[in-house]
């Protein structure tokens, strides 16, 4: 089975928004997955993220589009404890968020996990040195898998 190959096109399809949230564009990850049937759905998180901050924070002043974005993430935040260093709450609310959205997306696509044609990774971008093992590395947080086990051949080189 081929993931990646040097030719772009019909090999990497990219959804971004703020918060890395499945649900925010859930139709665009529904038709990644299931109309284009890529093996891979990777949902990437980095560090001293501003928009973890900003849900950190009190954010009630903020425009009625943000507080909407911001109001979908409201289980994560409840995670986290706020009697922390803000630093260490930072860190410990991108996994939270993280561990929601695999859960999202394992929910929802559970079948095509099952079926060994899916695998939901979950990885964080530590672009601030954050958690202990040097700026700009990449961490994989939880792959979720049939078995456990799913092999991948990536031969190329992923710019990112």
């Not at 090999?11 to 703020?18: A, D, G, L």
């Not at 922390?84 to 959205?101: A, G």
């Not at 996990?113 to 958690?131: F, P, Q, R, T, Y």
Request: hydrophobic share 40%; glycine share 6%; net charge negative.
């Amino acid at each position: 089975m081929e993931f990646f190959r040097i030719d772009p096109f019909d090999t990497v399809f990219t959804i971004r928004n703020i918060w890395n949230t499945i649900l925010a564009n859930e139709w665009s990850v529904e038709y990644g997955v299931e109309h284009l049937e890529t093996p891979i759905l990777l949902i990437l998180w980095h560090t001293n993220c501003g928009a973890v901050k900003a849900g950190l924070k009190d954010f009630h002043h903020c425009s009625p589009a943000i507080k909407r974005e911001l109001n979908h993430l409201e289980a994560a935040l409840s995670e986290v404890d706020k009697n922390t260093d803000f630093h260490k709450q930072w860190v410990e609310w991108v996994k939270e968020n993280l561990d929601l959205q695999l859960e999202i997306a394992y929910e929802k696509f559970k079948s095509r996990v099952e079926e060994g044609k899916l695998a939901i990774v979950g990885a964080i971008l530590d672009l601030g040195n954050s958690l202990g093992e040097g700026h700009g590395k990449l961490h994989t947080y939880k792959i979720l898998v049939k078995d456990d086990h799913m092999e991948f051949d990536i031969s190329t080189r992923i710019l990112i």
